[in-house]
């Protein structure tokens, strides 16, 4: 026995001095073991480091040793880049830290995970006295993905940086575990000499106050509510949770500097569900410290895929709060989905597939239950952060305009899509009282507006609905890809306009709510379908009530499906419209040698 326990203390010794490291055993070492069980406790551990002959000292702590592990210890004397954690000369094995454990130790200088920088190691210990920055700038955020577990010893930190823009609310949650009950004990603003998170009860533009620091409260009827944290005495008595994302508004750019230690591990968020307030609307947010994968393009590990169960089958997606320069009351919701056509910046979808370290955003649910974060969403986002097309999807981006405010809305084709709702495709609308608002119906309507809605490849018209507060003079216009005709319809003026040569459609209109007025028609370019039918320069197809002809010069026949002849109608127009008083059910149009079944409904 005795022999065997010199083997394994002998062991143990080898393994730790490995990689021109030296340690040693402090007094309080236990050995016992009877019957095949072995005990072994040691004290403390010192450490030292040699690299390039030299012999420097590292401040000793209580360092976690792990099985089969490897210790890559920070030095930081690099003479051009001190601080940087990718530069592979501040670590003992003279190479940047990827799957092996890292111990941060107490030197001159500290390390930083630079702006748009990708971070790994294993097990991550940050000895007595040092700290890991992760910086944040207008131009990006680091990303820090620890594999297994973080450890801080007294008077340690991590310090998680989000920069905020001047005269904007944003959306924001906390990568820091927090162990205390003040919401600003652990965040500092820098760079900004007035402190207070540089916020005051200022109106920064329009009426709108900067309330500094609000949550949003679910439970709240009739439709939810804002709460101020940081003037009420909410902000003595709570703490920034788990998972939970805030608005945070500011006069003054400033980057939030969140110090504690990181979460390592799945988070889990319960959410309420009050039919009688809010509906399921809820504001959470990222709570690891690297981006995080949240659709299927940017990884099948997604965070829309591990709560499609929880998520309302109409709001399968993320809502992020984006708000323009100057704004005044548009829409700056933008969506993160499954859709494979994302438009242009100024509308809609987002062109990326994750987000950053701090970043919050809206979601609904069909039902209370619990939200997942697992960590294996947690991605570094590629180099081309953004999506540089619009992969191989067709799509219209049809935007409405009223001076400086717009909306827009979103159709695209796919051969897998279909009329009735596709989650995750199909995302309904997130209006949040803005002054103007653009939307369509599922052709199998469910009662929801949509902001993105995904069509199968012969799909050939669309009605749109158009919310607005203000009367005046509205604009239509289109961004599209692989897309050969778009029409815009005016059913209350028969205008119908080409909105294909970058022509808009120009309309006075009182304020309210118009429904069906605005139809829209399009064609697909041959490439990209398989119906050889529906890209022929002659076309028959219904809409609601109405008929509509393409490229059609002549005499139209429609009958029922007993042969009888209901109307005659000449057309003449690149699009003709045919209204039609009869009752719902299948008709046959004949015209220019060509025969078409269509449904007309009430």
């Given at each position: 026995?005795?022999?065997?326990?010199?083997?394994l203390i002998f062991i143990c010794l080898l393994t730790l001095s490995s990689y021109e490291q030296t340690a040693c055993v402090s007094s309080g070492a236990n050995i016992s073991g009877s019957s095949g069980n072995l005990v072994f406790s040691v004290g403390q551990i010192s450490y030292k480091t040699h690299r390039n002959s030299a012999d420097h000292s590292v401040s000793e702590g209580v360092l976690q040793a792990y099985e089969n592990s490897e210790l890559n210890q920070w030095q930081g004397d690099d003479p051009t880049h001190p601080t940087n954690?990718?530069?592979?000369?501040?670590?003992?094995?003279?190479?940047?830290p990827s799957t092996e454990d890292v111990l941060i130790t107490n030197v001159a200088h500290q390390p930083h995970i630079a702006i748009n920088s990708q971070a790994n190691c294993n097990h991550l210990n940050i000895a007595?006295?040092?700290?890991?920055?992760?910086e944040s700038t207008q131009n990006g955020t680091g990303s820090l993905i620890v594999g297994g577990s973080s450890t801080i010893n007294n008077q340690s930190k991590i310090i998680a940086c989000r920069f905020l823009s001047e005269e904007k609310y944003h959306y924001i949650s906390t990568p820091i575990a927090y162990q205390n009950t003040d919401y600003m004990s652990n965040i500092d603003v820098l760079e900004n000499e007035n402190q207070n998170m540089g916020l005051n009860k200022e109106e920064i533009i329009n009426g709108f106050h900067t309330d500094n620091l609000w949550a949003w409260n679910e439970a709240s009827a009739p439709s939810g509510m804002w709460m101020d944290l940081l003037h009420t005495?909410?902000?003595?008595?709570?703490?920034?949770?788990?998972?939970?994302?805030?608005?945070?508004g500011n006069n003054v750019s400033a980057t939030l500097a969140m110090e504690g230690d990181i979460y390592t591990d799945d988070v889990a968020v319960n959410l309420s569900h009050n039919p009688d307030a809010a509906n399921g609307f809820h504001i959470i947010g990222n709570p690891f410290c690297s981006d995080i994968a949240i659709n299927s393009e940017a990884d099948a590990n997604n965070f829309l895929a591990d709560n499609a169960e929880i998520l309302h089958e109409s709001y399968q997606a993320i809502y992020i709060w984006d708000e323009d320069e100057n704004w005044n009351g548009g829409d700056c919701y933008r969506i993160i989905c499954n859709c494979g056509f994302n438009g242009v910046s100024n509308g809609n979808e987002m062109d990326t597939d994750f987000i950053e370290m701090g970043q919050a955003f809206m979601v609904r649910t069909r039902t209370e239950g619990t939200i997942h974060f697992k960590k294996n969403i947690r991605k570094h986002a590629p180099s081309s952060y953004y999506k540089s097309t619009n992969k191989d999807w067709a799509g219209i981006q049809l935007f409405a305009r009223h001076n400086t405010n717009q909306s827009a809305t979103i159709i695209a084709f796919n051969e897998h899509m279909k009329n009735s709702l596709d989650a995750g495709f199909d995302i309904a609308s997130m209006k949040s009282g803005t002054k103007i608002n653009l939307s369509t119906q599922?052709?199998?309507?469910?009662?929801?507006?949509?902001?993105?809605?995904?069509?199968?490849l012969d799909a050939t018209s669309i009605a749109c609905n158009l919310e607005i507060r203000e009367a005046g003079e509205y604009s239509f216009s289109v961004y599209q890809d692989n897309m050969k005709e778009i029409y815009l319809e005016d059913m209350e003026t028969n205008i119908i306009t080409d909105l294909m040569l970058g022509k808009s459609y120009c309309i006075e209109l009182e304020s309210g709510e118009y429904t069906d007025r605005f139809v829209l028609h399009f064609t697909l370019q041959p490439t990209m379908g398989t119906m050889d039918h529906q890209f022929k320069n002659v076309q028959i197809y219904s809409f609601k009530k109405n008929i509509y002809t393409k490229n059609?010069?002549?005499p139209i026949e429609i009958y029922d499906l007993s042969g009888r002849l209901i109307k005659k109608h000449i057309a003449s127009k690149t699009i003709d419209c045919i209204k039609m008083a009869v009752a719902r059910g299948v008709y046959i149009v004949k015209s220019a040698g060509k025969t078409e079944k269509v449904f007309l409904s009430e």
């Open positions: 026995m005795k022999r065997r326990n010199i083997i954690w990718g530069t592979a000369e501040n670590w003992s094995y003279n190479s940047i007595s006295g040092s700290s890991l920055t992760i005495n909410s902000m003595a008595t709570n703490s920034m949770q788990t998972g939970i994302g805030y608005v945070y599922l052709k199998e309507d469910n009662g929801k507006d949509f902001a993105i809605q995904s069509l199968p059609i010069n002549g």
